[in-house]
């Protein structure tokens, strides 16, 4: 076999295995209100989560565009498919690691982060494309105060509109919508985060000359998003019970606030091509719901642990990627 044939081919194996593994590690931010509210058995909240995160994932291709593309430019890069293995190999080393303390860490900032700092390292600053990188970071720090905002302003009006009414009949009405709000949720995770292993793929495709532009085969939308659904029918039971249990005692009127918020803020992000991060968009719009509930409910001890490993996530996968890159090439 050529060479390059199988080093895409590693590339494109690594990518699947990226997106099967953000599948079962992102699992959370799409089930955890609803599984810990009982508005959905774990099981059947996973198995439609699986679904609906193929289906997202099949319909958008715009952020993948933009993760191929914006970071660096792949036709310009020799050494691409290389960049991409390094690339690839921290972000699941990363993702891995905080699956395993059940930390709803950023797959997002380990991609994101993996790639420019292997690119740094394996071309050289003037590779990386600062701009397209900075607008990407931008929109990744932004979105956990989007949706911060959102949740608290939306459980707000809630409280105010069930304000007379009994907390009992308010919470089983919503655990029925529950099951709505899910998979609406699940659906946005699909059209925003198995877009990232497309973009890296067909970055790979054009590094490789296979093709000379960035439009998402449909092999790869098929493939990417079977990998996506398959680790999300695996689950991701530690950061479930992270995110459903411990932020917040969470009731089923605050999942429905805290999901719906969650989606809008990434599927806003899916519709103008911008990556965002589902594991903030979601724990940041628990943190909002649980702060217009009583603020002194929130463990925010843990929120800060959380957001210290948000912080982190970028440099930490940069440098690792980077020293990747230097040992293995």
Do not use: C
Not at 177 to 196: E, M, P, Y
Not at 213 to 225: D, F, G, H, R, Y
């Amino acid at each position: 076999m050529d060479t390059s044939l199988l080093i895409i081919f590693v590339v494109i194996i690594l990518a699947l295995g990226f997106d099967f593994i953000n599948g079962f590690h992102d699992t959370a931010n799409a089930i955890a209100t609803s599984v810990s509210t009982r508005a959905l058995k774990p099981r059947t909240a996973i198995m439609m989560a699986a679904g609906m995160n193929f289906l997202g994932a099949l319909l958008f291709t715009g952020v993948a565009e933009t993760i191929g593309g914006s970071v660096a430019n792949p036709a310009e890069l020799d050494n691409g498919l290389e960049i991409l293995i390094a690339t690839l190999l921290a972000a699941i080393i990363w993702n891995l690691i905080t699956w395993w303390f059940g930390i709803p860490s950023s797959s997002s900032h380990a991609l994101i982060g993996a790639l420019a700092g292997a690119v740094f390292v394996g071309a050289g600053s003037d590779k990386l494309n600062w701009g397209g990188f900075t607008k990407i970071v931008e929109a990744l720090i932004i979105s956990p105060f989007l949706a911060f905002g959102i949740g608290y302003i939306v459980m707000t009006v809630l409280k105010w509109i069930f304000a007379k009414k009994s907390p009992h009949t308010v919470n089983k009405g919503f655990r029925s919508v529950q099951v709505l709000t899910a998979a609406i949720q699940s659906f946005s995770h699909g059209t925003n985060d198995a877009q990232k292993a497309m973009g890296i793929i067909t970055f790979a495709l054009v590094t490789a000359k296979f093709q000379d532009n960035m439009e998402v085969p449909l092999w790869v939308k098929i493939a990417a998003a079977s990998a996506m659904a398959l680790g999300t029918s695996l689950g991701g039971w530690k950061i479930i019970k992270t995110m459903g249990t411990k932020i917040f005692k969470i009731e089923p009127i605050n999942g429905f606030a805290a999901d719906i918020s969650a989606a809008s803020v990434i599927f806003g992000a899916t519709l103008i091509h911008l990556p965002v991060s589902t594991t903030h968009a979601i724990t940041s719009s628990i943190l909002g719901v649980g702060a217009a509930k009583r603020f002194s409910a929130v463990s925010w001890g843990l929120a800060g642990r959380i957001v210290i490993a948000w912080v982190i996530t970028i440099p930490i996968v940069a440098v690792l990627s980077g020293l990747i890159y230097v040992v293995l090439f």
